[in-house]
């Protein structure tokens, strides 16, 4: 449903391009395409109010073009466009796997980059394109256990799972359903999800959107995730203020001067990846400045 919701988005963008452009001259249609970058640029702002210790100017202004690109690269042409153009990999005789839970609004094409290293790199992994689009995030549940067990039988072994955004709250929402079933907790990782709700959710349509919002019963009621860790960063314009993107007994990694669509481009996450694919026991990351108040 989303990548057809973002399919008809981007025609209509395009369209208002056009028409601009033939009436008022193409540089007025290309400047319409910009807008939406220009609106993003808002959510920047807003943040030398809402985080304490502010993010400076410098690293909202390099957090913002990165975002921009991002944003039209996951929007218009990713996930609308590309859902399914690197499918789940389960390769015979694979030892490791991976289970990648995209947002709010998107699908398994924010992932694509992540699955095109993985699948280089031998690794197993499944990514679901979570449905219903705007329905509950325990609805969620059963998707991933799906993928969860896919991974498990081509594997031997419980995958890591990583998920971004909204992804983390599924993640808590499966495990709740279904963490009794399995032998061990999975090593996790959560780019930018809000696990203590966001103040963006309130702009958002939909019941996952509300479940997020800061002060949700079904968020307060919801258990975490047993071994996490937390990517933040000071920049990010959805999930607000910068501390909401911690569990609570997560290890926090702070990343600095991306915004949240950046995170998934973000080479300290895939690094961690590649730390948890080994196996190592997990280590709480060294402080990388202030931490942001709760």
């Known amino acids: 449903m989303n990548a057809s919701l973002q399919r008809f988005w981007v025609l209509v963008r395009l369209s208002l391009a056009v028409a601009v452009g033939w009436v008022a001259g193409w540089g007025w ?4 395409l910009a807008l939406q970058s220009l609106v993003l640029a808002l959510g920047f702002v807003q943040l030398r109010w809402v985080n304490q210790p502010a993010p400076g100017w410098g690293a909202l202004l390099k957090a913002w073009a990165g975002e921009a690109v991002a944003s039209e690269l996951a929007f218009s042409w990713r996930q609308p466009w590309r859902e399914w153009a690197e499918p789940d990999h389960l390769p015979e005789g694979a030892r490791q796997g991976v289970l990648l839970v995209h947002g709010f609004a998107c699908n398994r094409g924010r992932w694509n ?3 095109r290293r993985l699948r280089a790199d031998g690794v197993a992994f499944v990514a679901p394109s979570l449905e219903p689009a705007f329905g509950s995030i325990d609805d969620y549940a059963d998707e991933i256990e799906a993928g969860v067990r896919r991974l498990m039988a081509a594997t031997g072994r419980m995958p890591v799972v990583c998920a971004h955004s909204m992804g983390g709250l599924a993640l808590r929402a499966w495990w709740r359903r279904y963490g009794a079933q399995h032998a061990q ?12 709700g966001t103040r963006m959710a309130a702009l958002g349509l939909g019941v996952n959107a ?14 975490g995730l047993p071994d996490v860790d937390c990517f933040w960063t000071p920049c990010d314009q959805v999930v607000n203020p910068a501390a909401t993107a911690i569990q609570a007994e997560g290890r926090a990694h702070r990343v600095d001067a991306v915004g949240h669509m950046g995170l998934v481009h973000s080479d300290a996450a895939w690094q961690q990846l590649q730390v948890a694919l080994s196996g190592q026991a997990p280590v709480s990351p060294a402080p990388t400045g202030s931490a942001p108040a709760r």
């Open 113 to 115: 980059g992540w699955m």
């Open 185 to 196: 907790a999975p090593r996790a990782i959560t780019l930018g999800s809000p696990h203590q």
């Open 29 to 32: 249609g290309l400047a319409t």
């Open 210 to 223: 509300a479940q997020m919002r800061r002060g949700s019963a079904w968020l307060a009621a919801l258990p």
